[in-house]
């Protein structure tokens, strides 16, 4: 009999449809179907469509509105396929403004590089080879001091100021001893030419680098 006087107490009508419905609190005025929550859900659910992904082209129907993908890790690459896309666009526009030809280290020829090849330093893999092997030379000749003289002498020849095809000359002439004197003050850093014009003089008696 309580239970049963409660119900028509606390039954309302709805403002909307005019049912009869047990409200859940005090202010409620709208029905379930009625209340504007659910209108809202409604109208969600209409608005939801089929799409088809653009990462693995699969049609999916969409859990939320606004959904372009059928899944998080299909978001995630396709914002890496994005990223990438801009990263080959600015290095084309950077390599356009670069300079493109160069000059081989090795044997002095000029080249042009390629957009694969931007740090390309040696115009065929016979003179990158041959470079390598004379880094791994230079290591334990002249007792490691080589690429010291080089930077002391700016790489340039110390008579002509050339930097083309350096050598790394014993001053007292020891470099064809078996012990020769490997002290940074007893090497100097000349050029292919100067080098053999320096031994030749050395044959004759006269010494241009006392002079220097």
Known sequence: ??????????????????????????????????????????????????????????????????????????????????????????????????????????????????????HQMYCSNKCKCKANRIIELDKSRFGGNKKAVLIRDNFKCVLCGSSYRLAVHHIDCSGTLENPNHNIENLVCLCGSCHLMVHMQLKKGNDILLNL
Not at 67 to 82: L, N, P, R, V, Y
């Open 1 to 118: 009999m309580l239970y049963s006087i409660l119900e028509v107490i606390y039954v309302k009508s709805c403002k909307v449809c005019g049912c009869e419905f047990i409200p859940k609190n005090y202010n409620q005025v709208y029905c379930t179907t009625c209340s504007p929550d659910s209108k809202r859900s409604m109208q969600r659910e209409t608005k939801l469509q089929i799409l088809k992904c653009p990462t693995c082209n699969q049609e999916f129907t969409q859990n939320r509105p606004f959904q372009k993908f059928c899944s998080d890790e299909c978001a995630t690459i396709f914002g890496h396929q994005k990223q990438s896309k801009k990263r080959s666009e600015t290095r084309k526009q950077n390599f356009q403004t670069e300079d493109r030809i160069r000059i081989c280290p090795v044997c002095g020829s000029e080249f042009e590089i390629k957009q694969r090849a931007r």
